[in-house]
């Protein structure tokens, strides 16, 4: 039977009002991290032109981000775990600042690579820390609306990046505006650490059992953790494209303006602020209802990312750039809405290796992350151009969704369901 860990009673701290401020702090920490990562794709041409390269070293550059968020997220899980979310988290935040300074000033493009790979260090800490420190805070079951509500930060980054980026861009150049999201960035960093307070530790009652924690074998090698982080993978794949060549192949398919390029990127985006919102109240309310992880978190994900793959396949078809934005738009929205219930997974089967979870699930994302630039750049050299890199962005979502489909059972190990059911007998026997 798919179900999720035994829910325990409530902590104290996740009653209060404090919960929501975590919540606004992951909010403006996610808007902030992904204003940092797209403005890079409304400066390609600037940036193609001040350092000699064309589009297949650009994708590389855009692939050198993620290469080092790779080496950092299953990392930063288990020090989050360890250590808890403000050192960590905050020592990543000024990391991530100066990083994003150094790359306004700049000259060599081997050295510009380099502090985009630094750059995926300090900011691949992110999305781990953020569910951690709603799992330590928020209570279960308003988890999902929480995440879809934190994670808004990253579709209203992407379309403030077409409304304000663009034409920030046009008018101090691309480098200083690397400067302004620095500058940003580093206030936001004073701000959570001077706030942000850990949970209180060790609560426990006879009403309040410990759940033992999932030995690390079972976890790296559970059928619905790899299914979901495949899923990611594909997530992440349709996410990068729009962050780092939406831009490109309007400007290259249908020679769009740069000024009208940032309108028309805006509009997946705007679509995806409106669903994700409705993904996280209806995972919730499924999951209220039945208790069950792969009916309110696993079918929820392939129904929606089946759904992005039938508006994509337009877009190959079209003549026109109105219905190219229109598919592109619908697709993405679609994409995007389960993004909390990715996140949801790792806390409802692994809810004191939320860290390691995340982790793991947020490393097959950033695997993407390095993919899909650098694939997309070289395919959209090619003969077919986008047709192309559209033929592939499809044929990975759908491997996600069969993934999810067949292998997310929404169980933990049996030996750890025998285990957390043995802890909850023996408390309440108590």
């Known amino acids: 039977m798919s179900h999720s ?9 996740q009653i209060g009002r404090y919960r929501f401020v ?4 992951c909010f403006l920490l996610g808007l902030v991290n992904y204003l940092d990562r797209v403005v890079i794709s409304f400066a390609i041409k600037p940036i193609e032109s001040d350092f000699g390269i064309q589009d297949g070293s650009f994708g590389l550059l855009m692939s050198a981000f993620a290469i080092g968020t790779l080496s950092v997220n299953a990392l930063s899980g288990f020090l989050l775990d360890r250590f808890g979310v403000k050192l960590v988290w905050g020592i990543s935040l000024f ?11 700049v000259e060599v493009f081997w050295m510009f690579i380099g502090l ?43 379309l403030l990046g077409g409304i304000v980026l663009a034409p920030l861009i046009l008018g101090i150049g691309w480098r200083w505006s690397f400067v302004c999201l620095c500058g940003l960035g580093a206030l936001l960093g004073i701000v959570f650490v001077v706030l942000y307070r850990q949970p209180p530790s060790g609560e426990k009652s006879e009403a309040k059992p410990v759940q033992p924690k999932t030995p690390l074998r079972h976890l790296m090698l559970n059928p619905t953790l790899l299914a979901t982080a495949w899923s990611f993978f594909a997530f992440g794949w349709v996410l990068f494209f729009g962050l780092t060549w939406l831009p490109g192949y309007l400007e290259q398919t249908w020679d769009m303006k740069l000024e009208s390029v940032g309108y028309s990127s805006t509009l997946p985006w705007a679509l995806a602020i409106l669903l994700m919102p409705i993904g996280g109240w209806l995972s919730d309310a499924i999951m209220k209802r039945t208790g069950r992880t792969r009916t309110a978190r696993v079918h ?8 992005a793959v039938i508006f994509f396949i337009p877009v190959m078809l079209v003549n026109t750039v ?5 598919f592109v738009s619908i697709a993405i929205g ?40 650098w694939i997309t750049g070289l395919l959209a050299q090619g003969d077919h151009g986008f047709t192309a890199a559209f033929t592939a962005l499809c044929v990975v979502v759908g491997t996600g969704v069969l993934g999810m489909l067949f292998f997310a059972t929404g169980r933990v ?11 909850a007998t023996s408390g309440s026997a108590a």
């Not at 109105?322 to 229109?326: F, L, P, S």
Request: aromatic letters at 10%.
């Open 5 to 13: 860990s035994p829910q325990l009673a409530l902590p104290e701290h």
């Open 116 to 158: 985009r790979v630094l750059l995926g260090i300090g900011e691949g800490v992110n999305f781990p820390a953020m569910n951690r420190a709603l799992v330590d805070w928020v209570r279960p079951n308003e988890l999902g609306r929480a995440l879809s509500i934190s994670l808004l930060g990253v579709p209203l980054a992407l």
């Open 413 to 423: 190990h049996e030996d750890d369901d025998q285990a957390l059911n043995n802890s």
């Open 334 to 373: 679609f994409s995007m809405a389960p993004n909390s219930p990715y996140y949801s997974i790792c806390a409802d089967l692994f809810p004191r290796r939320t860290g390691v979870a995340t982790g793991v699930i947020v490393t097959f994302f950033s695997i993407s992350g390095i993919a899909c630039p």
């Open 322 to 326: 109105t219905w190219a934005v229109i």
């Open 95 to 105: 990391a991530w600042s100066g990083f994003m300074i150094l790359q306004g000033f």
């Open 22 to 25: 975590i919540a606004g702090f």
């Open 300 to 307: 929820l994900i392939w129904i929606c990312q089946l759904l």
